[in-house]
């Protein structure tokens, strides 16, 4: 512990971020900013004595979590991706995302809150990648992908709510259409793969 009437020393780390390689390109890393924290020098400090417990690691599981969010968890669980609830303090206010490299391969979710919404999308992004190799499909037609057959989902069963922030979310991945029209065709054209996800995560649900 800091030594009583010492300073701390002021540094600055780097926030890095990956971003996806182009055209067959490895992903890359980016420099988004810093971030201050202190430290003291080690003649500074002094030790601490006595027994002390294990700290365990926080849970940052909800303590409630809605019915559908349960059934979709359960079931993808099954199918081998590794499922976290925790901040994401990299990308702030990102609600969850999800990892392909993860557990040899089977992929990671994590998670930062636990609307139907939020852990239907996120699922999508898992269950697209049984369709395609998904390291290497644009992020435009993931997130449409993600997003879209998550808005099936819940209308499907009976959720209803979220339609209006996913349409906003939808066109904001169709940057170059024109108009509401074009948006609905362009998304179309990955019906046919949302339909084969949706009929993998039911099947599992059913099965559970």
């Excluded at 390689?21 to 601490?48: Q, S």
């Excluded at 993808?76 to 990892?99: H, Q, S, W």
């Excluded at 992004?125 to 290497?136: A, K, M, R, T």
Aim: net charge negative; with cysteine; proline share 5%.
């Amino acid at each position: 512990m800091p030594r009583k009437g010492s300073h701390a020393i002021r540094l600055i780390a780097p926030l890095i971020v990956k971003e996806k390689g182009e055209n067959g390109e490895a992903d890359k890393e980016k420099l988004i900013g810093f971030r201050p924290f202190n430290v003291f020098a080690y003649e500074d400090t002094i030790p601490i004595e006595g027994d002390f417990t294990e700290v365990k690691p926080v849970d940052y599981t909800p303590e409630v979590i809605p019915e559908l969010s349960q059934k979709i968890i359960c079931a993808i669980r099954k199918m081998g991706v590794t499922i976290e609830f925790r901040p994401i303090d990299l990308n702030p206010g990102a609600l969850g995302y999800f990892r392909q490299s993860y557990n040899n391969g089977k992929g990671l979710i994590v998670l930062a809150e636990n609307s139907p919404i939020t852990i239907a999308h996120e699922a999508f992004h898992y269950l697209h990648s049984f369709e395609e190799n998904i390291n290497e499909v644009d992020d435009a037609k993931a997130e449409v992908v993600a997003e879209l057959g998550a808005a099936i989902l819940l209308s499907y069963e009976g959720v209803q709510g979220y339609e209006q922030q996913s349409w906003e979310y939808l066109k904001r991945y169709v940057k170059d259409a024109k108009n509401d029209k074009e948006v609905m065709s362009r998304i179309s054209s990955v019906l046919n793969l949302i339909e084969k996800c949706i009929h993998r995560l039911l099947t599992a649900i059913d099965e559970n």
